[in-house]
T-cell receptor, first 118, second 112 residues
Framework: GAVVSQHPSWVICKSGTSVKIECRSLDFQATTMFWYRQFPKQSLMLMATSNEGSKATYEQGVEKDKFLINHASLTLSTLTVTSAHPEDSSFYIC??????????????FGNGTRLTVT | KNQVEQSPQSLIILEGKNCTLQCNYTVSPFSNLRWYKQDTGRGPVSLTIMTFSENTKSNGRYTATLDADTKQSSLHITASQLSDSASYICVVSASGYSTLTFGKGTMLLVSP
C-alpha cells in the first residue's frame, strides 16, 4: 500500500536555529501534501496545504515566513521551522494524496516528527 | 462553523470486550467521513472511509456506521486486543482534502 515517509522522527534543536522536516511519498505521486501540528491530547491542526510546483496555502494564524514549505517534486515536500523557539516544540505530521485519484481515496500520513526546541 | 465532536474522550476496557466510539459532526456540505487509528507518537492510519450513501463499513474487527440524517457516526471494535490501545480520530470532509475537520479523538486503553 501507499507509504508516506517522514524524516526525522524526532529532533532536538537550540532556540534560534532552523529545522527541516522531509515528507516523501514512496510509491505514489503526491500531488497534494498537508502539514499538521499536534499538541499533546489535541487534535491535528492543519497548518498548510501544498501542491506540487506552487506556493503553499497557509491556514489562518500560521506564519508563512516561519514555517517554510517547499513541494518541488511529486514525491517530496519539506517543512522548515525557521528561528525555532520553545513554543514551536510539537509533533509535526505530514499527509499526502494523489488528487487525480478518487476524491475519497485514503489520505496517507507520515509517522510524524517530534520537535523539541531547547 | 464545521465541527466534529467525539465521545467519550477516553475509555478503558478489558481485553476481549467490545466497545463503541461516537462521532457527531456539523460539517456541510458533507463529502465523506473517515476513522483513523493513531498510536502514540505515530501518524494516523486509515480504518474506514464512508460516503453519504454508505451506512456501514467494516475493516476486520472495526465496523463503522454512518447516519447522514442525524450526522452521527460510530466505530465499533469487536473482541478488543491490547494492540487496539490508541487514539481513534473521526475526520469529516466537506469538499476536497483541504476542508477536513478533525475530531479530538477518543483515547482507548485496552487492559489485560
Amino acid at each position: 500500500g501507499a507509504v508516506v515517509s517522514q524524516h526525522p522522527s524526532w529532533v532536538i534543536c537550540k532556540s534560534g536555529t532552523s529545522v527541516k522536516i522531509e515528507c516523501r511519498s514512496l510509491d505514489f505521486q503526491a500531488t497534494t501534501m498537508f502539514w499538521y501540528r499536534q499538541f499533546p491530547k489535541q487534535s491535528l491542526m492543519l497548518m498548510a496545504t501544498s501542491n506540487e510546483g506552487s506556493k503553499a496555502t497557509y491556514e489562518q494564524g500560521v506564519e508563512k515566513d516561519k514555517f517554510l514549505i517547499n513541494h518541488a517534486s511529486l514525491t517530496l515536500s519539506t517543512l522548515t521551522v525557521t528561528s525555532a523557539h520553545p513554543e514551536d516544540s510539537s509533533f509535526y505530521i505530514c499527509s499526502a494524496t494523489d488528487v487525480t485519484q478518487a476524491y475519497n481515496s485514503p489520505l496517507h500520513f507520515g509517522n510524524g516528527t517530534r520537535l523539541t526546541v531547547t | 462553523k464545521n465541527q466534529v465532536e467525539q465521545s467519550p474522550q477516553s475509555l478503558i476496557i478489558l481485553e476481549g470486550k467490545n466497545c463503541t466510539l461516537q462521532c457527531n459532526y456539523t460539517v456541510s456540505p458533507f463529502s465523506n467521513l473517515r476513522w483513523y487509528k493513531q498510536d502514540t507518537g505515530r501518524g494516523p492510519v486509515s480504518l474506514t472511509i464512508m460516503t453519504f450513501s454508505e451506512n456501514t463499513k467494516s475493516n476486520g474487527r472495526y465496523t463503522a456506521t454512518l447516519d447522514a440524517d442525524t450526522k452521527q457516526s460510530s466505530l465499533h471494535i469487536t473482541a478488543s486486543q491490547l494492540s487496539d490501545s490508541a487514539s481513534y480520530i473521526c475526520v469529516v470532509s466537506a469538499s476536497g482534502y483541504s476542508t477536513l475537520t478533525f475530531g479530538k479523538g477518543t483515547m482507548l486503553l485496552v487492559s489485560p
